[in-house]
């Protein structure tokens, strides 16, 4: 039995992708914001917090296209994340490692990460977006429920 749970950890840590440093930028009273940083952390990721209540300088120089933003801009080895980008999306993307500039989830989906409040969930799209400006649907939820 010993040797089964062993061998069970064994295959769950080998899929768990090496923490990242992750570089957020939130304003300094978005309790959702907080949540989204609480769940990195709680995920073994490393976060850095730089409260601003000005966002828009840090979306522009990270090229984030208007139509992605979000309530928090993140930085993590060289690609960007905007908005609640749940944590399976994050892992895949430091496992792969594409050719994007970043993910985002655009606007505040009720129930995504950071945002469970108790409401119905809202069906919303991750995005990635590249250098050249092209915006592509990479993965569907439901709250938390990845759909597709």
């Known amino acids: 039995m010993k040797f089964r749970v062993f061998l069970v950890i064994c295959f769950l840590v080998s899929f ?3 923490a990242a440093e992750i570089e957020v930028y939130k304003s300094p009273t978005c309790g959702c914001c907080q949540k989204w940083v609480d ?3 709680s995920d073994g ?3 850095v917090i730089h409260h601003m209540n000005d966002l828009q300088s840090i979306k522009q120089k990270a090229g984030l296209p208007f139509e992605l933003g979000s309530c928090h801009t993140g930085f ?3 690609y960007v994340l ?3 980008v749940p944590l399976q999306e994050i892992n895949k993307l430091l496992e792969e490692k ?3 500039k970043g993910l985002a989830v655009p606007g ?3 129930e995504s990460l950071g945002m469970e409040v108790g409401r119905t969930p809202s069906p919303y799209t991750v995005y990635s977006f590249d250098n050249m400006d092209r915006i592509t649907s990479v993965a569907e939820y439901k709250g938390s429920e990845k759909i597709k």
């Open 39 to 41: 769940a990195l952390k």
């Open 108 to 110: 505040m989906p009720a």
């Open 45 to 47: 990721h490393d976060v």
């Open 82 to 84: 905007e908005g609640h």
């Open 76 to 78: 993590v080895e060289g």
């Open 98 to 100: 594409p050719s994007i």
């Open 16 to 18: 768990n992708v090496a």
